[in-house]
């Protein structure tokens, strides 16, 4: 029974400090201190290692020999290929899944466009994990649970490239317009034009990625 609350904690965990590093709050090249954040947390260095482990596979730390985990700093790089494996696999699952959907798939997809709208227009936080909701939403239907687990894992990854992206004013303005086309066509069981609005959406965000990525070096 102890190991069953262990490895639940180490979930509750990877949750936790997942959430503090695709928000920001954890910058990136420094290491993190975990005595200081065992304590905060009121749990013991253990599972506490175990989480960030889980999170270095992930690909959003990086751990150094003597001197602990990392966040991993955005790069040109990591953009370039978690964006090109989304473009492979997620227009046609959308469009898989806008034809498979059933109503309450629609629903869930329809309200959390309004929750990412309503949380763009507040400029509040969250606006990623709410951009991540809704891109899951449109693929989740598509009934392939492999393809949808990959895709799970580079929405993670791409979190904070969208939080980078919406970073130039009216940004967010545009993003907001794409999902709304994506998604009535989506409700409309388009897939073929599900799949062209999906690509040319991810397209462009790599393309304003690579220009701000490169001016920040």
């Not at 001197?67 to 959308?94: D, I, N, Q």
């Not at 009216?170 to 409700?187: K, P, Q, Y």
């Not at 897939?191 to 991810?202: D, F, P, Q, S």
Request: aromatic share 4%.
């Amino acid at each position: 029974m102890s190991s069953i609350i262990v490895r639940n904690l180490a979930d509750q965990l990877v949750e936790l400090v997942r959430d503090r590093i695709l928000s920001g709050e954890v910058p990136p090249d420094l290491p993190i201190r975990q005595d200081a954040l065992a304590t905060e947390l009121g749990v013991s260095k253990i599972p506490l290692r175990e989480a960030l482990t889980r999170l270095e596979q992930e690909g959003l730390l990086r751990s150094q020999a003597n001197r602990g985990f990392f966040v991993r700093s955005l790069s040109t790089g990591e953009a370039e290929e978690v964006y090109a494996l989304r473009l492979k696999l997620e227009p046609e699952a959308a469009a898989r899944a806008s034809v498979c959907a059933n109503a309450d798939q629609q629903r869930i997809a329809t309200q959390t466009l309004e929750t990412l709208d309503r949380i763009t227009d507040a400029h509040g936080a969250g606006v990623g994990a709410s951009n991540r909701a809704f891109h899951l939403a449109l693929i989740q239907p598509c009934g392939q649970p492999i393809t949808f687990n990959i895709l799970e894992r580079l929405q993670v990854l791409s979190e904070r490239y969208v939080r980078k992206h919406l970073e130039p004013l009216g940004r967010d303005e545009r993003a907001n317009e794409e999902h709304r086309t994506l998604l009535e066509t989506w409700l409309a069981r388009d897939g073929e034009g599900v799949a062209t609005l999906m690509r040319a959406h991810i397209g462009q965000t790599l393309d304003d990625l690579r220009r701000q990525l490169g001016t920040d070096r």
